[in-house]
Structures are given as C-alpha cells and as structure tokens.
C-alpha cells in the first residue's frame, strides 16, 4: 500500500513556477508508477504527467509539455513536479496517485487506473 501526500500548491502569478511534492512513507512507493492529474472547478479530472518508477519513462498531457516537469528521488520516496510558466488554466486541485505495475504506456494517462491517492493540494494561478 502507499498513501501519498502532495505539497507545494499555493497562489502564484501568471508565468511564475511552483514545485509540486508527492511524498510516502512506505518504502514500495518507491516502486510504483506516479501519476500526477488536476481537477478544475465543474471540469474532470484530468490527467498531467506520469512516471514509471525508475524514472526511465515521463508522460506528459500535450497542455504542460514544454512547461512542467516531472521527476523523483526515490532515495526520499518522493515525486517532483515542477511547474513553469502557469498560466490561468493551470488552476486547479492537483492530486498525485500511484500506480503498482504500469505494464502498458497507455494506461499512465487513465486516473481509474491508479491505485492509491493523495488528497490533493491547490494551486491557483492569477492573471
């Protein structure tokens, strides 16, 4: 099991960065597949970026690429997501989820797919 925690939301302006943190206790977050997706007011949640546990694979929503990246330190069971550029649209609850096996590409950008989650931090970009 895994219960991941996310840091880093707040309220930034337009074009400035934030960092967002996923972190776990339980040293097999290391070894999961970490997804990180946001929910708009009214709108679904949707999904951002994804990392297979080595890092070897990223996986990026064609909205932020170019913009965020994604990295962890599993020596601090920890996934990274750092978010440059925020533009208005980026505002929304972001909620990172881990994933036990990632056997097929495809299957890192479905939120239902992922086992466990985080409650979800803020992030709020003015214009």
């Known amino acids: 099991q895994a219960h991941p925690v996310e840091s880093g939301g707040g309220l930034v302006q337009a074009g400035n960065s934030l960092r967002l943190s996923c972190a776990a206790s339980?040293?097999?977050?290391?070894?999961?597949?970490v997804g990180w997706f946001r929910q708009a007011p009214g709108k679904e949640r949707e999904f951002v970026s994804a990392i297979t546990w080595s890092g070897g694979n990223t996986y990026y929503a064609d909205a932020v690429k170019g913009r965020f990246t994604i990295s962890r330190d599993n020596t601090k069971n920890t996934v990274f997501l750092q978010m440059n550029s925020l533009k208005p649209e980026d505002t929304a609850v972001y909620f990172c989820?881990?994933?036990?096996?990632?056997?097929?590409?495809?299957?890192?950008?479905?939120?239902?797919?992922?086992?466990?989650w985080g409650r979800g931090t803020q992030v709020t970009v003015s214009s």
């Open positions: 989820a881990a994933k036990r096996v990632l056997r097929l590409s495809r299957d890192a950008y479905e939120p239902g797919l992922y086992d466990y």
């Open positions: 339980e040293p097999s977050f290391s070894s999961y597949a």
